[in-house]
């Protein structure tokens, strides 16, 4: 079985511009969350989505958003780039919620 | 202040020694996650935890609830086991999820 699939692997982007990141989870998995690594530091909770609905939110501003299609899988936006957004993005699936996750390999994105 | 400490930062062994790795959190969780992240990014889940002790391999996850601590430790300690391990609860509500920083295990053969 395929295990947690994202797109791109790597993305270079400049200021102010937007990003779009993909996730597929592992099939039969309803569950998506959405994490940021900033280089040297664990990860940060941005998004959780579960039956296609936001289930919970992590302490980012606006400029992020993300929603789940029936098919379960997601996608990550992040509007008006700045350098900080710099990162790596990691989606994550589970079952349902509150079970352990499958990582994804994660999105590399550079501002420039 | 972060909801959740690990210590050590970094910690370095000799092969076959006995490791362990402390996780403090400071706020009511439903789980408590133990993750493995290897150069270049891929996470993966060792355990999950709400009560007790789980063992898996060399690998033991411990939890004690009342004193808001988990502890991983690895026995036999082996050159592959070099990897970030981060320590990750997930909120009352199960639909919030906190961080440790990791630590930085480097074995040495």
């Known amino acids: 079985d395929a295990g947690v699939t994202q797109s791109p692997t790597h993305l270079i982007k400049t200021r102010g511009q937007q990003v779009t990141l993909r996730c597929s989870p592992i099939?039969?998995?309803?569950?998506v969350s959405w994490y940021q690594q900033v280089l040297g530091q664990g990860p940060q909770f941005i998004f959780q989505?579960?039956?296609?609905?936001?289930?919970g939110r992590g302490n980012f501003p606006d400029r992020f958003s993300a929603r789940q299609f029936p098919n379960y899988s997601s996608e990550l936006n992040v509007n008006a780039l700045l350098l900080g957004d710099s990162a790596l993005y990691l989606c994550?699936?589970?079952?349902?919620?509150?079970?352990?996750?499958?990582f994804g390999d994660g999105t590399r994105l550079s501002i420039l | 202040k972060n909801e959740v400490e690990q210590s050590p930062q970094n910690l370095t062994a000799q092969e076959g020694e006995f490791i362990t790795i402390n996780c403090s959190y400071s706020?009511?969780?439903?789980?408590l996650h133990w993750l493995q992240q290897h150069p270049g990014g891929g996470i993966v889940s060792l355990f999950m935890?709400?009560?007790g002790k789980k063992k898996h391999g060399r690998l033991i996850a411990t939890i004690n609830i009342q004193e808001k601590h988990s502890s991983l430790h690895i026995t036999a300690s082996h050159p592959r086991d070099s990897a970030v391990y981060i320590c990750?609860?997930?909120?009352?509500?199960?639909?919030?999820?906190?961080f440790g920083t990791g630590t930085s295990l480097t074995v040495i053969p």
């Open positions: 994550a699936s589970s079952p349902w919620a509150n079970q352990p996750q499958h």
């Open positions: 099939s039969g998995h309803k569950s």
């Open positions: 989505y579960y039956e296609k609905e936001e289930r």
């Open positions: 706020v009511g969780i439903s789980a």
């Open positions: 935890l709400s009560s």
């Open positions: 990750a609860v997930a909120g009352n509500t199960g639909n919030q999820f906190y």
